[in-house]
């Protein structure tokens, strides 16, 4: 039985805002499929070498697929750059998920793993891979159990040439950068190095290594069954295919949906029930951008669509901002948390995020000492940028889109030290779940 | 063709000895650690190898530049 | 400092400072300058030391800004690397004591008071070591430096042992008072230097070696080479000590008249 391309198991049928690729078949139980489960939904796994290398990464090119870890990078770029290199290659399969707003990777795996092991095994003939690895946060070891028994089934029934091997690393928000991957694997701490050389050019044992997000391996499974013009069935305006995203905070139904890629903002937060009166929210994640509702609802949830207001859809989360929680203090939060998870290896980074997560902590809690805009427009400036990975950009992001979108109700902080969104409200409203501001476990 | 001044951010601890060096060129932020300004005119060029030559940890680099910087 | 001739020099046996009257072959101008240029190589490394860990420990002022103290630790190596040299050559030169031109690289390869000897040859190969991986400092992978760096750390303590062990000048009061003085400055840095780390483990045993290191030198230089007959027990070669019943100067007996002619002016 193959996939029935033309039904969209969507809730409000003509929108057609959330389908059923990857998720089929999830709303019927929370266990994995099994390999005969998983063949029997999308028939047999494509022979890769019958496929070709140009056949596959034609297809997937063809496709425009992108990559749904967070950076949004042409998917089969990626893969021509490491296949035309030359020697043996290596494929990692980034299952991390270091994001706390973020849950989809861990449905993925949980749920449809022999569509991630599909993926993998397909792009290690494509780039002409002899060894594969799939990295998982060693926190998860539910996920890791399931995983594994998903690789041992392939393996007795033999289906992959090239071996893959689950490894499970430190869990900090860095570990899942694509250079602490490698760095990793390579015997080191799951900390990021300074690029050049990319992984693509000399990563794993110094081999071309290919580093792609599960949900990214889970889509070319998908595209080398049916093709770059069934991928482009779905899809609005320029966006192609299907997403999984999460959307939490003030909405009705939190948790992981597969939308169609180019679904308006609104449509999404329609679609899991957002509370009416919400009135802001964080695009992509604790390195996204914190907007008004208002301003982005009609846009599509893709990095063109956001762009025009500075913003982007990062690995595709969404946090609704509770009405009459202030949206300073969860920012606030957040950075003091993305400041303790810096790796400590640049001293922009190291000393720059703990002294901007200062200054935004006393504009949040309404006691600024001097000056604290001063001092955070010049800090972002000097600190963006300076750092060996993105971590203090993405950082200096999520913190100056904060004082962007509650703008009014940072000068209130500031000026005359009263709080407008609690004023407005007339209970306390929840604060967004972020974890605790340490590092945990060591980077080995 | 001109001298393009890079920096290691990992290797870097902010001695700052390449402030004092070439001040022209770098400057130190509010922790002490290089803003480094890349594009180094000829005339400089003696004092950007002397701060390279002068980092403890040899986090500074002098290459020539051919085209911007990739960012990643 | 140079030696007057071997007459000239027993007749001042008696008003001679407390060195150890040699005998028939007596001291020339090269053992002079070996000791001398000891001395100085020790004061020198003994700053380069200082300065260095003023380096770690990011010191600064105004007139001496961290370019100037990492120069000065520089050019300040590269002087006792000098001073070393010639120390090695005249050592080797002075027909006094025949330490062959194999002892300066390779230890225990002598009869001179093989071990004490053989410390000053291993902080001298520490020493060349040093100097050649920080000349071509920017050639060199970061790492491999730094590991021959820290190596070199032991060059100190060892020449320093060096200097009591081989050293015939070490009982008197302005040597020992500035060996003294050399190992309270570079103690102090050190531990200075360890408590401005970041890491309790590191610190605490840093410290407790520092203590532990300079305490068993004053032990040793006490039980050592501050005792008389220390230069036997050092394994100075009978010939070059002189007859048996020769005491050191606190003693009586001067030492024969020249029965060797070899004037040593």
Known sequence: MNLDTTTALGRNVEDRVQLSRLTVGWEDTSRAATLRQHVGIYGPIPDASRLGRDGLLG????????????????????????????????????????????????????????????????????????????????????????????????????????????HDLPHNYVSSEETSLVHWLNGGEAKPTNTPPRPFERGVAKRPTLVDNVETLAHVALIARYGAGWFREAGRGNAA??????????????????????????????MAGADPAAEAVLLGGYFGTWHQIGEVAGLPFTAA?????????????????????????????????????????????????????????????????????GRLHRRFGQIAGRGACRHPDGAVRMAS????????DAHAHARRRVCLASARSQHNAPVMPVPRPVVEGGWR | MSLKLEINPIACTGHGLCADLAPELVELDEWGYPIIHDRVPNDLAVHARRAVNACPTLALRLSRSQRHKEQN | MIGASSSEHALNAATASHVLAVGTSGPSPLWYTTRATGVVALLLLTATVTLGMAGTARMETRAVPGVVRAGLHRNLSLLAVAFVAVHVITTVLDPFARIGFISAVIPFSSNYRPLWLSLGTIAFDLLLALIITSLIRTRLP???????????????????????????DSRLPWLLALDAACVLVVGAAIIWRLQLSRRADLRKAGILLTAGLVLATVVFAAIGPLQAGWSKRAGTPTRAAGPAHVKTANGHRGAPIARHTRDYA
């Open chain 1, 59 to 166: 297809e997937v090119a063809a496709a425009q697929l992108t990559g749904r870890g967070g950076a949004g990078f042409p998917t089969a770029v990626k893969m021509r750059g490491v296949a035309s290199k030359r020697g043996p290659a290596v494929v990692v399969a980034n299952g991390m998920e270091s994001e706390p707003a973020s849950e989809k990777d861990q449905a993925l795996l949980a749920r449809a793993p022999h569509l991630v092991l599909d993926g993998i095994a397909l792009a290690a003939e494509a780039v002409g891979a002899r060894d594969a690895h799939l990295c998982l946060a060693h926190t998860r070891d539910w996920l890791i159990d399931i995983v594994l028994a998903a690789v041992e089934e392939r393996r007795r029934a033999d289906v992959d040439p090239v071996p893959v091997s689950v």
């Open chain 1, 305 to 373: 669509g956001l762009r025009p207001v500075h913003g982007a859809p990062g690995a595709a989360v969404i946090y609704v901002l509770p009405p009459g929680a202030c949206g300073l203090v969860d920012a606030a939060r957040i950075l003091q948390y993305l400041a303790s998870q810096s790796a400590q290896q640049c001293g922009p980074c190291m000393f720059g995020l703990p002294a901007i997560a200062d200054d935004l902590g006393q504009l949040a809690s309404a006691r600024p000492e001097g000056d604290p805009f």
């Open chain 1, 401 to 408: 889109s904060a004082l962007r979108a509650f703008g009014a």
């Open chain 1, 241 to 270: 295919g299907t997403m999984l995203t999460t959307v939490s905070g003030a909405v009705e139904q939190p948790g992981v949906y597969e939308i169609e890629a180019g679904s308006n903002v609104g449509d999404v937060l329609w």
């Open chain 3, 142 to 168: 970061y790492r491999a430096w730094r590991a021959v760096h820290w190596l070199a750390h032991a060059c100190w303590p060892i020449a320093l042992w060096h200097g009591l062990g081989t050293g015939t």
